[in-house]
Nanobody
Framework: VQLQASGGGLVQAGGSLRLSCAAS????????MAWFRQTPGKEREFVAR????????YYADSVNGRFTISRDNAKNTVYLQMNSLNPEDTAVYYC????????????????WGQGTQVTVSS
């Protein structure tokens, strides 16, 4: 499956952004989806994940209550709504997909998008 992330940009602290990740090439509903983020010099960090039908979601403690992951299987797209952003949320955000594993570990995801930059100014 090919993944294309979009929606990043520059936003002031307290603002909101919605990231999108469009999938193509395979049956989207067969894949668990997740968002990760990475800053220079640091390992890729789990942000949120969602089950194949969207009935289950899970968040990192750092974003719980501020971010919402969702998916539209008819549109082959997963979203990350980010509210109450702060400068610590600045990172490149990646979407990821895996057919078999519903996990928070980056090494378990087989497919990755190219990343979209989110910058939060103070």
């Amino acid at each position: 499956v090919q993944l294309q992330a979009s929606g990043g940009g520059l936003v002031q602290a307290g603002g909101s952004l919605r990231l999108s990740c469009a999938a193509s090439g395979r049956t989207f509903s067969n894949y668990y989806m997740a968002w990760f983020r990475q800053t220079p010099g640091k390992e890729r960090e789990f942000v949120a994940r969602i089950s194949k039908m969207g009935s289950s979601t899970y968040y990192a403690d750092s974003v719980n209550g501020r971010f919402t992951i969702s998916r539209d299987n008819a549109k082959n797209t997963v979203y990350l709504q980010m509210n109450s952003l702060n400068p610590e949320d600045t990172a490149v955000y990646y979407c990821a997909a895996d057919r078999d594993t519903y996990s928070s570990g980056s090494s378990t995801y087989e497919y990755w998008g190219q990343g979209t930059q989110v910058t939060v100014s103070s």
